[in-house]
């Protein structure tokens, strides 16, 4: 998954659809560009919350296989 921003990513969280924290991805070069590896996730419905420059947003993905 790649993810575009108009400010710098500083993080990404992975939740699956009950809300459990999956991981946190660091941005280690705090740019507008993230790629997210989700080959390891099974199929399903995930929320992204996307941390950049302190504003917050929340995405919905949904992984098939």
Same mark, same amino acid.
């Given at each position: 998954?790649?993810?575009?921003?108009?400010?710098?990513?500083?993080?990404?969280?992975?939740?699956?659809?009950? %809300?459990?924290?999956?991981? $946190?991805?660091?941005?280690? !070069?705090?740019?507008?560009?993230?790629t997210l590896n $989700? !080959?390891?996730?099974?199929? %399903?419905?995930?929320?992204?919350?996307?941390?950049?420059?302190?504003?917050?947003?929340?995405?919905? $993905?949904?992984?098939?296989?």
């Amino acid at each position: 998954v790649i993810i575009r921003s108009s400010l710098n990513i500083n993080n990404v969280s992975l939740y699956s659809v009950d %809300g459990k924290l999956i991981n $946190i991805y660091k941005n280690p !070069q705090t740019t507008t560009l993230f790629t997210l590896n $989700i !080959q390891n996730l099974a199929a %399903g419905l995930y929320l992204l919350k996307i941390d950049a420059e302190n504003k917050i947003s929340t995405k919905k $993905i949904f992984v098939r296989r």
